[in-house]
């Protein structure tokens, strides 16, 4: 079957190409058709026709040239360097043999593509070989450092597993597609460890696979991936909605288990899920508590993820299409449209989402081409659920700040790595500019650093201001010389032991742990200080309590518990949440074009899934259904 | 696991017995524990003993003599014709070698087994062999011979089969029974193709496994077995509620792709199942649309099916306890109790049920050790199914009999072969032997008779009136003399052109092929002649069509359509369901003992089953779901 369709597919593209582009091969990698040519000059002449032939194929064509046409790597690096202009700022150039790519790292990629993509085709026809450009980020980054390393030394396995996909998605589809069906595995009726399992008569893909970090055992920390209908060998495809661990920290699991498939996200979910696993698997091992999977296995997941950007329509089995498309949750938080059969069945899975413009981000996307059934979360889905307007949040942030440093104290923010911190950031950054609040240092500690490096690397992703800001005006608010990395126990004293004030972002956000309760210890017993909680302290945590009004607060010092008395100023400001209130879920409903048949509630506390179900089916006249883990629903 | 499990057993049981028991050897044997003896003697005085154990090991015990302490055959059978009375009757008697059993096979079982199983134990202790007795039926049946028969010559594979099972039921549990789920596969939100598959972390149990013969094609005439949870090689057990092919008819094809495991089910449902299987193939072949399946696989279900007596606890799976229990619907039919885990959860399963007496059952369960989900079917679960009572169903019935013979005319009623046709037989004895209605002669077509045949070879499963009146009147209303068995062309031809009046039951029940439609045929065109409808009538169906009030109904004959004039009188009468109507379903929710903390809604059309659904949930608060199929349930 993979073959009849593969030998159809080089039929169509023989008889539409002219005679003189000489293909040599076509074959399927992943989803996508590669076309190997000994004349790619003819070829990048051609882009229309290429264009043209990708949409009435409906599939994604990659030009690469046959061996025979490339260029020796030396003159390569040489030609390159004549063809990109200096400005470019170029500070890598490897070869990948096996994909015939040149990769090409510079600090303003833009240049080394050039205006419609003219400069990169020049490299092609220059050199035969395809640039491949990625971003040098301006913060240098671990993280995208080994990601990078990591998918050089296995292209050639990497090649394999794609040519291997590339059959599987286009084998055909097997039996009717007359129905479709979503398991829940885990993240219904609570948060933390979602999971579920997409069904239809030719596949499974799962949609997450995440840990509750915050689960008391092994037992409810994990989804349910014993439930029957799973089984490793047979799973088609991964989706990560986004990057936080409550979606994709389980995903190693299944490398460990034999999984061979691929994920597919965004690339700084990739980057920021390989971020947040590796620490994930340090605080693990350093208290005791080891995952059932370890660092080969995060690798191995690097190695399996196909990225896509929002828009990007990919076959991802052989009857279900994948669409990404903006959620505004964190960077690169994806809402994935799903296309079943041809034509059976839409399906839209919010994954965690915010329907409202923030500093980082642009709104959630509620504009599909079909969408019957969508499952959305419901973090904020009771009736109660109300916060004030990020901008009286903004005020209220700026007027405690001002007080605090007005009287030569100290803020301390702790606040999570990912997400919460860079819109922080860059509202302090243009407070401060505009000189609204003093210029003091704002220090940020350990794995912020880390993230925000990320976020540098993948500008794309962010909000229309913050991209204009950054590629028109040359103002990236990340590295202005405000921020200060810290990353040591000295730099750390030093900070708290100067007399003068200061603004710190430290993990975790919940004083659960890591640097951010080493500095409440230090600056809680001086009432100049405050402590500024922003996102939600869950019961039983130690930032709880002190919300809660402790002022005698036991804590463990050089292996004693000490008391500490709490003087500083406790401030909550709600309002810069990662996800959507009640009233822009219910918005978020109402505004969905096209109008879904059914609604489906997940990630929420039981109470707020029937809530915000039972008020959309009330309001808007639509099915709901507010599943718990192990139901299954029929969609189709 | 199993063996150790084994091993506590033997221990225990050799602690409890008398030294001189001499027990040889102690194994499985699917559900039981078989405990072979020396000295069968010793064993048998100590009853009280034996059953005190099986009440402690909560197992059933089956005692069986060594080899060696077994009289030989010629000399067993003088002894036995020696011991049992002779007004007994027995008709039979052979050795299975393999069980170390006489099988006795008698008129008056009773008088075998004697008072109190004296007689049973006096043939222990003289032979050796452990008498099974089973009931010479009244009426001979061929469907019970020929199980009789593919028993007997499968003792030796039933007993390696039963031998395996006995080892994969006492393995133990590998997993915590945290959670338990249904999936619906058919029969959801419809009538026809009833099946559901049960699932704990230890276990999978298949609730009926039907056909919808209704159906315009396969796609929708047999269950959802693709569903990805299951899979025939990890299926532990099938559990059949009553043998309506809508229940039972896809059992075979389990078989004919590799299930191996066994079927539980009482002993009249396993009878009439393979009548109404082995009639299922003959009308499927003779329509030229064959089934997917052949008589091979319908006596390979009979090997692996375990029969089971109401109200008898038996292991089923490592956590899985099934106890049948009467439903009141047809002959053997069972509502299910599943307890699973050690009090985790149960479960109960009405299957079709009756919440009334008939002449022929008395009413379904409702009394349960526990039971906190339960599905229900909803046949009649509209608010507009309320039905006339059985009483007023009755007196019509007999006026409009007594009108059509007093005019000289016949009465045919189009009857199903399983169930009403024997309840109808019941009420016309009984109306007749009073003289209430002219003494004709009732005849009696095809299966209807075959079917009878087994209702008389198990009373024991009939209603307490019918009981005591076989049992201790000496009276069986199914073998008077009214009753005239009709099997051929001639005799047809015979009844309708004799002068006198008389009464036809004959198949099929919607006048949708068999014998009934030649009879209206024959019939039709006398207006002193009547006929009945006491079911249902499908739309599409001639029966339907007729009931509208249809006056020319063109019909072939001879291989050419004939249009027939329809003069006879039609009359339809409501009221001798074996469904219970909505009236019951409602009351029976409310009697049910312990009250269920969940109620499932199955078997019925989409209407009806959220219709009744939704009464309960608002006259009773308990929860409900009523699903469709494919979708999957979480009960614990």
Same mark, same amino acid.
């Given at each position: 079957?993979?073959?009849?369709?593969?030998?159809?597919?080089?039929?169509?593209?023989?008889?539409?190409?002219?005679?003189?582009?000489?293909?040599?091969?076509?074959?399927?990698?992943?989803?996508?058709?590669?076309?190997?040519?000994k004349?790619?000059?003819?070829?990048?002449?051609?882009?229309?026709?290429?264009?043209?032939?990708?949409k009435?194929?409906?599939?994604?064509?990659?030009?690469?040239?046959?061996?025979s046409?490339?260029?020796?790597?030396?003159?390569?690096?040489?030609?390159?360097?004549?063809?990109?202009?200096e400005?470019?700022?170029?500070?890598?150039?490897?070869?990948?043999?096996?994909?015939?790519e040149?990769?090409? =790292?510079?600090?303003?990629?833009?240049? /080394? @593509? &050039? !205006?419609?993509?003219? $400069?990169?085709?020049?490299?092609? #026809?220059?050199?035969?070989?395809?640039?491949?450009?990625?971003? =040098?980020?301006?913060?240098?980054?671990? /993280? @995208? &450092? !080994?990601?990078?390393? $990591?998918?050089?030394?296995?292209? #050639?396995?990497?090649?394999?597993?794609?040519?291997?996909?590339?059959?599987?998605?286009?084998?055909?589809?097997?039996?009717?597609?007359?129905?479709?069906?979503?398991?829940?595995?885990?993240?219904?009726?609570?948060?933390g460890?979602?999971?579920?399992?997409?069904?239809?008569?030719?596949?499974r893909?799962?949609?997450?696979?995440?840990?509750?970090?915050?689960?008391?055992?092994?037992?409810?920390?994990?989804?349910?991936?014993?439930?029957?209908?799973?089984?490793?060998?047979?799973?088609?495809?991964?989706?990560?909605?986004?990057?936080?661990?409550?979606?994709?920290?389980?995903?190693p699991?299944?490398?460990?288990?034999g999984?061979?498939g691929?994920?597919?996200?965004?690339?700084?979910?990739?980057?920021?899920?390989?971020?947040?696993?590796?620490?994930?698997?340090?605080?693990?091992?350093?208290?005791?508590?080891?995952?059932?999977?370890?660092?080969?296995?995060?690798?191995?997941?690097?190695?399996?993820?196909?990225?896509?950007?929002?828009?990007e329509?990919?076959?991802?089995?052989?009857?279900?299409?994948?669409?990404?498309?903006?959620?505004?949750?964190?960077?690169?938080?994806?809402?994935?449209?799903?296309?079943?059969?041809?034509?059976?069945?839409?399906?839209?899975?919010?994954?965690?989402?915010k329907?409202?413009?923030?500093?980082?981000l642009?709104?959630?996307?509620?504009?599909?081409?079909?969408a019957?059934?969508?499952?959305?979360?419901?973090?904020?889905?009771?009736?109660?659920?109300?916060?004030?307007?990020?901008?009286?949040?903004?005020?209220?942030?700026?007027?405690?700040?001002?007080?605090?440093?007005?009287?030569?104290?100290?803020?301390l923010?702790?606040?999570?790595?990912?997400?919460?911190?860079?819109?922080?950031?860059?509202?302090?950054?243009?407070?401060m500019?505009?000189?609204?609040?003093?210029?003091?240092?704002?220090?940020?500690?350990?794995?912020?650093?880390?993230?925000?490096?990320?976020?540098?690397?993948?500008?794309?992703?962010?909000?229309?201001?913050?991209?204009?800001?950054?590629?028109?005006?040359?103002?990236?608010?990340?590295?202005?010389?405000?921020?200060?990395?810290?990353?040591?126990?000295?730099?750390?004293?030093d900070?708290?032991?100067?007399?003068?004030?200061?603004?710190?972002?430290?993990?975790?956000?919940?004083?659960?742990?890591?640097?951010s309760?080493?500095?409440?210890?230090?600056?809680?017993?001086?009432?100049?200080?405050t402590?500024?909680?922003?996102?939600?302290?869950?019961?039983?945590?130690?930032?709880?309590?002190?919300?809660?009004?402790?002022?005698?607060?036991p804590?463990?010092?050089?292996?004693?518990?000490?008391?500490?008395?709490?003087?500083?100023?406790?401030?909550?400001?709600?309002?810069?949440?990662?996800?959507?209130?009640?009233?822009?879920?219910?918005?978020?409903?109402?505004?969905?074009?096209?109008?879904?048949?059914?609604?489906?509630?997940?990630?929420?506390?039981?109470?707020?899934?029937?809530?915000?179900?039972?008020?959309?089916h009330?309001?808007?006249?639509?099915?709901?259904?507010?599943?718990?883990?192990?139901?299954?629903?029929?969609?189709?």
């Amino acid at each position: 079957m993979t073959s009849e369709i593969l030998e159809d597919i080089k039929k169509e593209i023989m008889d539409k190409l002219p005679k003189n582009a000489q293909v040599s091969k076509v074959e399927f990698e992943g989803p996508e058709v590669v076309l190997y040519t000994k004349n790619p000059e003819i070829i990048t002449d051609n882009g229309d026709l290429i264009r043209s032939l990708a949409k009435e194929l409906r599939k994604r064509i990659i030009i690469r040239s046959d061996k025979s046409a490339l260029l020796g790597p030396e003159e390569t690096i040489k030609k390159v360097h004549e063809i990109v202009p200096e400005g470019a700022e170029i500070t890598d150039i490897y070869f990948d043999t096996v994909t015939c790519e040149v990769v090409i =790292t510079a600090k303003k990629p833009g240049l /080394v @593509i &050039g !205006k419609y993509g003219v $400069t990169s085709r020049t490299i092609v #026809k220059n050199t035969g070989w395809a640039p491949k450009i990625l971003r =040098t980020p301006p913060i240098s980054s671990d /993280v @995208i &450092g !080994k990601i990078r390393t $990591t998918l050089k030394s296995s292209s #050639k396995d990497r090649k394999k597993m794609l040519q291997r996909l590339g059959r599987q998605i286009h084998q055909g589809t097997k039996h009717p597609n007359d129905w479709a069906r979503v398991t829940s595995m885990g993240g219904f009726k609570e948060v933390g460890r979602s999971s579920m399992l997409l069904q239809t008569p030719n596949s499974r893909v799962l949609l997450d696979c995440g840990v509750n970090v915050a689960a008391s055992d092994n037992k409810n920390a994990f989804p349910y991936l014993n439930v029957p209908e799973f089984s490793i060998e047979e799973l088609d495809a991964v989706i990560i909605s986004h990057a936080h661990l409550d979606h994709c920290g389980f995903v190693p699991y299944l490398y460990h288990y034999g999984y061979e498939g691929p994920i597919y996200c965004t690339t700084p979910t990739r980057d920021l899920t390989t971020l947040l696993q590796l620490d994930h698997l340090d605080i693990a091992h350093r208290e005791g508590n080891p995952l059932p999977f370890n660092v080969k296995h995060v690798q191995k997941a690097i190695k399996h993820t196909i990225t896509l950007d929002y828009g990007e329509v990919t076959d991802i089995s052989p009857d279900i299409r994948l669409t990404l498309h903006n959620a505004g949750h964190i960077l690169g938080s994806a809402i994935s449209h799903m296309h079943i059969g041809d034509g059976a069945h839409n399906l839209v899975y919010t994954g965690d989402f915010k329907y409202e413009r923030s500093r980082l981000l642009e709104p959630a996307t509620f504009r599909f081409p079909r969408a019957e059934t969508v499952i959305m979360e419901s973090t904020y889905g009771g009736r109660e659920d109300i916060q004030p307007s990020r901008n009286s949040a903004e005020k209220e942030m700026m007027k405690t700040i001002y007080k605090t440093l007005k009287r030569g104290g100290k803020v301390l923010v702790p606040v999570f790595a990912v997400g919460r911190a860079q819109e922080l950031m860059v509202v302090l950054e243009e407070y401060m500019r505009h000189g609204m609040i003093d210029e003091v240092p704002i220090y940020i500690d350990g794995m912020i650093w880390e993230a925000t490096a990320i976020h540098t690397a993948r500008p794309e992703y962010l909000s229309k201001d913050l991209r204009d800001q950054i590629f028109h005006m040359g103002r990236n608010p990340f590295i202005s010389d405000m921020f200060n990395k810290v990353q040591n126990l000295d730099q750390r004293k030093d900070i708290v032991e100067s007399n003068s004030p200061a603004i710190i972002l430290s993990t975790s956000g919940m004083l659960t742990g890591g640097n951010s309760v080493e500095y409440f210890k230090w600056l809680c017993e001086d009432d100049r200080n405050t402590l500024i909680f922003v996102g939600y302290q869950s019961e039983g945590s130690l930032g709880r309590r002190i919300q809660k009004g402790w002022k005698e607060v036991p804590l463990e010092e050089d292996n004693k518990t000490k008391v500490f008395n709490v003087k500083m100023e406790i401030k909550t400001i709600n309002g810069f949440s990662g996800h959507s209130n009640r009233r822009q879920l219910m918005d978020y409903v109402k505004r969905l074009n096209p109008r879904p048949d059914k609604v489906i509630t997940c990630h929420g506390d039981p109470y707020k899934t029937t809530d915000l179900a039972s008020s959309i089916h009330r309001s808007y006249k639509i099915e709901t259904k507010s599943p718990v883990n192990l139901d299954s629903v029929r969609i189709h």
